[in-house]
T-cell receptor, first 114, second 112 residues
């Protein structure tokens, strides 16, 4: 099973709202990723967690706050977003640097900021 | 850092024809090269990958070739079908590093 699940599928939020995106995998993967994808563009890396520690932050604005409560779960907390943050947010996982390379993506959360 | 370039950006083929998408990379330390297929409204799906110790890998109608010397790798789809229509992304990753560098994508249209 190579399934990564994400909730919700769609989210509409105002610029003053606080919301969270959730991601889960049960493949025993130790690396988890958040990507942002705009239409007709490749996924753009935001954060990487390795063994539940934040290992890469691609200079993402602080209005995006990641959290990795355990090895299976990854959250992205959203606060005071801007309309230009509207995008498809993808979660992915892989075994990590010490394991196989394959990275698997979830279906994404389509976020609209009004 | 790594730079991955992908061509063409769009590709139209007739059903049954072959399709080839090419990527080049800049960092000789990259050693893992996956290909993803992304259908409209879905997340990218890993369809095939290749490691730097292998020159070619096949899985039914799809194959990937790697030329380490020239730093390029290609996706080959034979006997294309309308359901192959999607956006395809190549990527590269360095050993022991949890970051994937993506190409810009190729929109493949298979005409029935």
């Amino acid at each position: 099973d190579t399934e990564v699940t994400q909730t919700p599928k769609h989210l509409v939020m105002g610029m003053t709202n606080k919301k969270s995106l959730k991601c889960e995998q049960h493949m025993g993967h130790r690396a988890m990723y958040w990507y942002k994808q705009k239409a007709k563009k490749p996924p753009e890396l935001m954060f990487v967690y390795s063994y539940e520690k934040l290992s890469i932050n691609e200079s993402v604005p602080s209005r995006f706050s990641p959290e990795c409560p355990n090895s299976s779960l990854l959250n992205l907390h959203l606060h005071a977003l801007q309309p230009e943050d509207s995008a498809l947010y993808l979660c992915a996982s892989s075994q990590g640097t010490k394991g196989k390379n394959e990275q698997y993506f979830g279906p994404g959360t389509r976020l609209t900021v009004t | 850092g790594e730079n991955v370039e992908q061509h063409p950006s769009t590709l139209s083929v007739q059903e049954g024809d072959s399709a080839v998408i090419k990527c080049t990379y800049s960092d000789s330390a990259s050693n893992y090269f996956p290909w993803y297929k992304q259908e409209l409204g879905k997340g990218p799906q890993l369809i095939i990958d290749i490691r730097s110790n292998v020159g070619e890998k096949k899985d039914q109608r799809i194959a990937v070739t790697l030329n380490k010397t020239a730093k390029h790798f290609s996706l080959h789809i034979t006997e294309t079908q309308p359901e192959d229509s999607a956006v395809y992304f190549c990527a590269a990753r360095k050993y022991n590093f949890n970051k994937f560098y993506f190409g810009s994508g190729t929109k493949l249209n298979v005409k029935p």
